[in-house]
């Protein structure tokens, strides 16, 4: 194995990618036909089909071991490159299915007829295609990035990859899968590349996710509907006492009032929230796009920090009485409401949905009976911006964009990020290369090929770094 | 004429019903078998049949001038006996139409084919059928009062009849014949047999009506609903705010905090509040009756006096968000409520209605926009217990069933009440003989038999004393 210097790496790659860039282009195309769409049966064979297709690939790319793991559900490809084990390995997770195209009518193009068209912001082109950017074309990068590794002897580590096939319905094979192969899925670190970045010019790194708890709670007042005029004041109208409960669940400053919810809330060092601050962002045009004359949230911090490094309580739904046209006079028996709390890392989500429900129990008022039924919950993760992987992955972001990547909290969840951490010890790096306009999720999915090939040219940096900074 | 003393007065009447309770009863029966249901056009012929048996009944009983009015909508029977324009006029109002009887299939018997039946609280019978108590049987009472007063030459003063067909529809026309007929209607008093008694050995009178202003309101927070994890914490969740808004609007003492919102209501008396505490109630039954812990309502106020002299604030309705199975992270754009406030006797609903908009419309925090839709209002309606019409119904009461009346204020509204005060500067007493058990509304409505007699011995002893007391 011989290690380039930075300067040779760099050439090489750039012009290994400038030579390849049709082929690697036309396998992705190839791979993003075929629809994996995990959420509907009619597609099994498809998903299965896209499973031996990445195995394939990863064959050709130089893996010496790749095998399809059945599981439960759909197979999850595995492959490993050991070069040294006394050097640090490397875990890259994707997954080979997408999304469900509906609503097929909004497509300007077939959905599984990949074709290449230009935007405004990606006046190279973009691939338009269901999974082009979430995952199928992000994670074909480390594909195409080993593949470079391998075929110019400059690999600096062992590879493992793990590439599923049910991340678009939940990833329940996957969590099994892990939690039955620890061993074999060990490493120093996990890259992932499922996520997206400021913008082509302002690379960025998600150091978090928050974790989450949800709830459906049920308030009775009387035993049946009353007509308000003889029972209104009189009785507790369950809907009002609800909106009490509810409001009273935030403080003046904006703050939670469930007792303990903050005891396990890290606050972020003044160092990260600076680098958080640094990330390009007009309040006047979020404002905009929101239709809102103000933000509103806890007080302390600002509307980047509030939905990211913050725990939060949400109504996500809220229904009782009368809501039909017109008005009825009634006093409902039943109010109920769906809520919802994201966590950041540390705040356990069991203990948290315990909390909840004890805190909203206690509140209750007498004249009512309440009922508190836990939906779900996934943990929240952070990647501490002082780790190797984050080091070497600014430092391949700085070299390939010109400028260092911006820690990002996101304020939402992917529970998989918290179990690999549990499972297998090991931070995730979360290297993302699509942009929010990607439509990720939605009809007109794209992804640009600026994104897709500074992608394979920054990954082998990533590891080079990584290995440097674990010596 | 000649006026009797009370002793023969009583005897006579009591003999007049024992001679003629079955014709009594055979005559109500027959009006009905009349399905005078306003609510549905399919029975439109029925209803106009129904004020022409009402006229009819009037002519018969010895009314001096009947007629059927025409109005944009169902006709009025409007009948007049006068015998000496020095003498006080009594109006009676009543309604001749009645409420849809579904469902169906919940009657034990058909609901146009009234039967007699005897139940626990009416061991001497009552017959079923929709409308027997609301307001046939109750309307008829005053046709066969002025029968005996008639037929024993001892009505002491004027009688002026005004039978609609739209009450429950909302008495739309009868608003406009009001309005334009105050000169034909012009009375000393009104009476109306509409609402219940206590119990068949407790009788009571209905004081007091509460009005209402009914309003919808809107919050609107982002211009679409939003992923509760990407902007949760950082954009004003419109539920979250309405919970905050509608909470605010009972203090911990659950006084409303509406600025001038009880401006004009006024204390009752202490010897009024004695009254009503003569109510038989127990609080235990009361609360068993609704399956709840406790009851909850106004510092310093009884249940009984909470629901009907104090007013209120209620939800009647509350929606938004994601309401279906399961969980859907979702910050809605949206969120709203039906909310009625039940008045008091010189609160006025549309200075009231204004009130909760402006007030409203204050609270909302910067990050949302609100709107509030006024649906409809009433005036609310009180009667001295001082009148001469409150006492001499209390003393017809007493001598009928051998116990004073209780002054009763119900919380609901009667609209019409408050525009009778309006138009024709008369007070209105509800000397109601019906039971809360009756089931006014729903299937197998019924109306005693003794209340059905004790109310025709009952009225003409009020006309009496109404004389004697305006003297």
Not at 85 to 105: A, S
Not at 191 to 205: A, E, K
Not at 446 to 464: A, D, S
Request: charged content about 20%; proline content about 6%.
């Amino acid at each position: 194995m011989t290690l380039f210097n930075l300067q040779t790496i760099m050439d090489n790659i750039k012009q290994y990618v400038q030579e390849n860039k049709e082929r690697f282009l036309s396998e992705l195309i190839e791979l993003l036909k075929i629809p994996s769409v995990s959420a509907d049966s009619a597609y099994s064979q498809d998903v299965i089909n896209t499973a031996e297709a990445v195995k394939t690939s990863l064959v050709k790319a130089g893996c010496n071991f790749v095998e399809i793991c059945e599981t439960p559900g759909y197979p999850i490809v595995f492959g490993e490159h050991i070069i040294d084990t006394n050097l640090p390995t490397v875990l890259v997770y994707g997954h080979y299915d997408v999304q469900p195209p509906d609503p097929m009518e909004l497509w300007t193009s077939p959905p599984f007829e990949p074709v290449i068209k230009t935007t405004e912001i990606h006046p190279d082109g973009a691939i338009f295609a269901r999974g082009a950017c979430d995952d199928k074309g992000q994670m074909y990068m480390h594909v195409k990035a080993f593949e470079y590794m391998i075929a110019n002897n400059c690999l600096p580590c062992n590879v493992k990859f793990m590439i599923e096939g049910e991340e678009e319905v939940g990833s329940k094979s996957l969590s099994w899968f892990v939690e039955n192969n620890q061993q074999k899925l060990s490493c120093d670190v996990i890259l992932i590349s499922d996520t997206g970045m400021i913008s082509n010019q302002q690379p960025s790194i998600t150091t978090g996710l928050r974790g989450l708890s949800y709830v459906e709670v049920e308030v009775t007042g009387p035993n049946r509907d009353l007509h308000s005029g003889l029972y209104g004041g009189a009785v507790a109208n369950p809907i009002n006492v609800l909106t009490k409960m509810i409001a009273s669940l935030h403080d003046e400053n904006n703050h939670i009032t469930i007792p303990g919810f903050y005891d396990k809330v890290e606050e972020l060092s003044a160092e990260e929230r600076a680098e958080m601050a640094k990330r390009p962002y007009s309040e006047d045009d979020y404002k905009k796009a929101l239709d809102i004359a103000d933000v509103y949230g806890e007080t302390g911090y600002s509307t980047n920090e509030r939905n990211s490094i913050r725990p939060t309580l949400d109504v996500n739904g809220i229904w009782g009485g009368y809501t039909g046209e017109g008005a009825k006079t009634v006093i409902a028996s039943k109010a109920y409401a769906k809520i919802s709390m994201r966590l950041v890392p540390n705040q356990d989500w069991e203990e948290i949905t315990e909390l909840f429900k004890n805190h909203f129990e206690s509140i209750a008022p007498k004249s009512v009976k309440v009922k508190v039924k836990p939906h779900h919950g996934g943990q929240g993760y952070v990647t501490p911006i002082a780790s190797i992987g984050y080091q070497a992955a600014n430092k391949a972001y700085t070299e390939t964009f010109g400028v260092q990547a911006i820690p990002v909290r996101s304020g939402g969840s992917i529970p998989i990020v918290a179990l690999f951490e549990k499972e297998l010890k090991s931070k995730t790096i979360l290297m993302g290369f699509g942009l929010d306009s990607d439509a990720i999720h939605s009809p007109n999915e794209h992804f640009g090929i600026f994104n897709y090939l500074k992608g394979i040219e920054t990954i082998p940096l990533f590891y080079k770094y990584f290995v440097e900074l674990s010596k």
